[in-house]
T-cell receptor, first 113, second 107 residues
């Protein structure tokens, strides 16, 4: 099993460009999450999904959109990238509720110039 | 004030030392988690606690629900333990993360 994978691993964007980050899990987990990690701050939840076809906002959703068309995939989109979105993005999944152990992807490092 | 506070923020130890990292939280929780993030960036879950104490190899995690406090102990520390240790608390559907403790163990 690959666990949780993320694509791409690293990306450089210019301000205003768009991109999609892909997260895939092969553990049949219901819940999936997108976080961002910035220096001096804890991981912050961007959006999450409690099952196929569902999405919900986390604590820092502005500037991001998500989709969960298939249970195993959770996509994070940036429609018009801004330098403030320079960060490391982590995807995670869990079988059921947040009280369960979350399994994290390796991260995507994004630099917006 | 952050809902999850860790101390210390940075810690340097000599190989073989006993290490303690502390976590305090101010919200109601269903469970508390300790995570490890290696220099390469990957995050792995070490423990999930809702009461008492858990042990895995040289790692021990304890939680005091009444005092809203948890500790992560590393016995006989080794340079390979060098990493960022993150405390997180979970409720209905999400985690709230601390900012992490950066541990460096010197040979």
């Amino acid at each position: 099993n690959a666990g949780v994978t993320q694509t791409p691993k690293f990306r450089v964007l210019k301000t205003g460009q768009s991109m999609t980050l892909l997260c895939a899990q092969d553990m049949n987990h219901e819940y999936m999450y997108w976080y961002r990690q910035d220096p001096g701050m804890g991981l912050r939840l961007i959006h999450y999904s409690v099952g196929e076809g569902t999405t919900a906002k986390g604590e820092v959703p502005d500037g991001y959109n998500v989709s969960r068309l298939k249970k195993q995939n959770f996509l994070l989109g940036l429609e018009s990238a801004a330098p403030s979105q320079t960060s490391v993005y982590f995807c995670a999944s869990s079988y059921y509720r947040g009280v369960e152990t979350q399994y994290f992807g390796p991260g995507t490092r994004l630099l917006v110039l | 004030k952050n809902e999850v506070e860790q101390s210390p923020q940075n810690l340097t130890a000599q190989e073989g030392e006993f290490i303690t990292i502390n976590c305090s939280y101010s919200v109601g929780i269903s469970a508390l988690h300790w995570l490890q993030q290696h220099p390469g960036g990957g995050i792995v879950s070490l423990f999930m606690l809702s009461s008492g104490k858990k042990k895995h190899g040289r790692l021990i995690a304890t939680i005091n629900i009444q005092e809203k406090h948890s500790s992560l102990h590393i016995t006989a520390s080794h340079p390979r333990d060098s990493a960022v240790y993150i405390c997180a608390v979970s409720g209905t559907y999400k985690y709230i993360f601390g900012t992490g403790t950066r541990l460096k163990v010197l040979a």
